[in-house]
């Protein structure tokens, strides 16, 4: 299979601790995605790279987020001294062009639980 | 700024026939793109059907149809014959070129037999 993964795809963690995601994108694809997913709402943008470089980031990802995409193949998401807020789906995606509204395919998420 | 609109939080349809999905959208960017993508329980969001702002046809992707009705900014999600297969949450996205997804609250889908 060569979709997007992501892992892992559960994280419970208590307040206050630091959790890490992975996301690994469609080889070909130099676009990569992040988004939050919280319970019956849609996904929101948190940012997006091309190829190694962070181009966009939303007001969302607050300064205890941060997204690094070395050598521009894998992505990581860190989320530092997590808060109960934090709590929801963190959906990947990956797109393959980057001057068009190309199609962003996206991984299965992690689905974070913080106590 | 972009918005979309999914006025239907559920949807009840029986096996074999078809259901509209509605979609409306807002944004002042002439060039932008519309996508339907399909979640299952299991969270994943799997691509459904895309059209694009200029495209003259509506677009068709096996059961799925996308109803384009520019002018009326309105982007409707049409599965034929509806399988069992299909209950799931179905959610509207718009690209308008700055590369990320503005998406709808979603319509939870339910096929029964």
């Known amino acids: 299979d060569t979709g997007v993964s992501q892992n892992p795809r559960h994280k419970i963690t208590k307040r206050g601790q630091n959790v890490t995601f992975r996301c690994d994108p469609i080889s070909e694809h130099n676009r990569l995605y992040w988004y939050r997913q919280t319970l019956g709402q849609g996904p929101e943008f948190l940012t997006y790279f091309q190829n190694e470089a962070q181009l966009e980031k939303s007001r969302l990802l607050s300064d205890r987020f941060s997204a690094e995409r070395p050598k521009g193949s894998f992505s990581t998401l860190e989320i530092q001294r997590t808060e109960q807020g934090d709590s929801a789906m963190y959906l990947c995606?990956?797109?393959?062009?980057?001057?068009?509204?190309?199609?962003?395919?996206f991984g299965p998420g992690t689905r974070l639980l913080v106590l | 700024a972009q918005k979309i609109t999914q006025t239907q939080p559920g949807m009840f349809v029986q096996e074999k026939e078809a259901v509209t999905l509605d979609c409306t959208y807002d944004t002042s960017d002439p060039s932008y793109g519309l996508f339907w993508y399909k979640q299952p329980s299991s969270g994943e969001m799997i691509f459904l059907i895309y059209?694009?702002?200029?495209?003259?046809q509506n677009a068709t992707e096996g059961r799925y149809s996308l109803n384009f009705q520019k002018a009326r900014k309105s982007a409707n999600l049409v599965i034929s014959a509806s399988q069992l297969g299909d209950s799931a949450m179905y959610f509207c996205?718009?690209?308008?070129?700055?590369?990320?997804?503005?998406f709808g609250k979603g319509t939870m889908l339910l096929v029964s037999p």
């Open positions: 995606a990956s797109s393959e062009q980057p001057s068009s509204a190309e199609t962003q395919y």
């Open positions: 059209q694009g702002s200029y495209d003259q």
């Open positions: 996205a718009m690209e308008t070129g700055y590369s990320t997804l503005t």
